[in-house]
């Protein structure tokens, strides 16, 4: 007995030609992507801070300038900051408005003799001309 079957077309051969990725090279592009995220993203973490530390430099400029001007044009006296803040710089137009410390975003001032542990983001000290974070820590000198 023979079999006849109804068609007698060939059989397809699957092109195998088009390929995707391996895991094994996703696993790599990912891993190289990695290493270079590691590289890169602290390099800008120092820049933001490194321009933080530029304004702040910047700002203590301008107010050791405006509170020499002030002590100049007002009988030799420093504004007071312990009882004023900064309104007696920004009310005569010695400052457009008070400072913010680009490092605490705060704009409150305290000079030194004031009461201690006071939550301030600038601390003046008019002797040496130098500002301060809360903590006392030199911020330029």
Do not use: C, H
């Amino acid at each position: 007995m023979s079999v006849v079957f109804r068609s007698q077309r060939p059989m397809r051969v699957i092109n195998r030609t088009k390929r995707g990725f391996t895991l094994i090279e996703i696993l790599i592009v990912v891993v190289i992507l990695g290493i270079l995220a590691a590289i890169v993203i602290p390099q800008f973490t120092n820049a933001s801070t490194d321009a933080a530390n530029a304004s702040l430099r910047s700002q203590l400029q301008t107010i050791r300038s405006q509170l020499e001007l002030f002590r100049v044009q007002n009988g030799d006296t420093y504004p007071d900051l312990i009882n004023n803040g900064w309104d007696d710089l920004v009310d005569n137009d010695y400052l457009q408005s008070a400072p913010r410390n680009p490092l605490q975003a705060a704009a409150t001032a305290t000079a030194i003799g004031a009461a201690a542990g006071a939550d301030v983001g600038w601390i003046w000290d008019g002797a040496d001309l130098t500002a301060t974070d809360g903590a006392g820590a030199v911020f330029v000198e």
